[in-house]
């Protein structure tokens, strides 16, 4: 099973306790949640499988969308409350409160919105779309000390996370439901609520790669131009973009190293992850408990020459020898081993001299 499930987290169990119910329901061993909620905290929290584990980091750089509740310690006006939101809209500095999954450093991050919804006495009702990372409850405390009041959360649902928002949400029962009917061979509930990977890629750039380049890809290799079949959209340099085959698999994601319209002999796309298996050979197979000779080409040589491995696991490959060195190179005298030193200028018989060259 792989791809994005958006559980409507409800009050009190931790982001964590969560992973461990959705892989103890699924038996996927590879989950994990995007942006840890605090046990009091509601709303989207969006639970990566399978492969879709991998994607995790992309999902982080997103945006989130909060819904709050701010209590301010004494009377305010809703004229004070608008001012100091305007203070806190753009780049704010902050600390994470001491209680986080995180190391209490200075950071900055980025309000993109701050709106005022609602005011009932003491009380705030506020919406943010914000930088991930972005602590709500550090938000509160510094906006009381921005009015002069003082102020602390009191309710926090979060209500997107990039694309995933809250008309994707279920709850864990409406999940473990889904998959009871999965058991008796009704998919259709399943469907809605289990995301595709390339959901997280509606609105990126794709590039579509021939299949004779998968292979490459899941070895490693970079993307050049050779093996596009088509551009989707105008990436630009610097520019993430899916990378997808020609059966509409996500096979992973990269850099743009060049523009859509300057796309040339040079290498075009810089991989960040890979999110099929390596295809074909070019791994080292295991045949009772050692590793296989491998056959490799020397340019210019006699054909192919399998390479020797020791038990030491240094390597050997047959070939020419350095001049002056035969079969007889390796073999040492008695004194050469007693004395290793003993062949150098400067030495005899393995006794260091002290006589130096005069200079006139």
């Not at 698999?249 to 002999?265: A, H, P, Q």
């Not at 080292?284 to 192919?304: A, P």
């Not at 001049?323 to 400067?346: C, L, V």
Request: net charge positive; proline share 4%; glycine share 10%.
């Amino acid at each position: 099973m792989e791809g994005f499930v958006v559980i409507d987290k409800p009050r009190g169990p931790t982001s964590h306790q969560i992973d461990y119910w959705v892989r103890s329901l699924t038996g996927e061993q590879r989950v994990g949640h995007v942006g840890t909620l605090d046990p009091n905290a509601t709303g989207v929290l969006v639970m990566a499988l399978g492969r879709a584990t991998r994607l995790i980091d992309i999902v982080h750089e997103s945006s989130k969308e909060y819904i709050f509740v701010i209590e301010f310690h004494s009377s305010i006006s809703t004229e004070s409350i608008q001012e100091v939101i305007n203070l806190f809209r753009g780049n704010v500095y902050q600390i994470p409160p001491e209680r986080s999954a995180v190391a209490r450093r200075l950071r900055v991050r980025k309000i993109h919105t701050l709106d005022l919804l609602e005011v009932s006495g003491k009380r705030a009702l506020m919406r943010t779309v914000c930088d991930s990372g972005t602590y709500i409850r550090t938000l509160c405390v510094d906006m009381g000390y921005a009015v002069g009041t003082g102020a602390h959360m009191v309710e926090l649902r979060r209500i997107a996370t990039g694309p995933f928002r809250e008309e994707h949400m279920v709850t864990l029962q409406d999940f473990s439901d889904a998959l009871k009917l999965l058991e008796l061979g009704v998919t259709s509930e399943l469907d809605k609520i289990l995301l595709p990977v390339d959901f997280l890629f509606r609105d990126t750039p794709k590039i579509i790669v021939k299949r004779s380049s998968l292979r490459n890809i899941s070895h490693g290799s970079d993307l050049y131009p050779g093996g596009i079949r088509a551009v989707i959209g105008r990436p630009k340099r610097g520019d993430r973009v899916c990378l997808l085959s020609e059966d509409n698999e996500v096979i992973g994601t990269g850099k743009m190293l060049v523009s859509y319209d300057d796309i040339d002999s040079l290498k075009v796309v810089d991989l960040e992850r890979v999110l099929i298996e390596p295809i074909g050979g070019g791994e080292r197979t295991e045949k009772g408990g050692q590793r296989e000779n491998i056959l490799v080409r020397k340019k210019g040589g006699r054909g192919d020459l399998p390479v020797q491995r020791t038990s030491g696991g240094s390597r050997f490959t047959p070939g020419k020898t350095k001049k002056g060195r035969g079969a007889t190179a390796g073999k040492r005298s008695d004194q050469q081993r007693k004395h290793p030193r003993s062949q150098n200028r400067g030495h005899r018989d393995g006794k260091k001299t002290n006589k130096r060259r005069v200079h006139r």
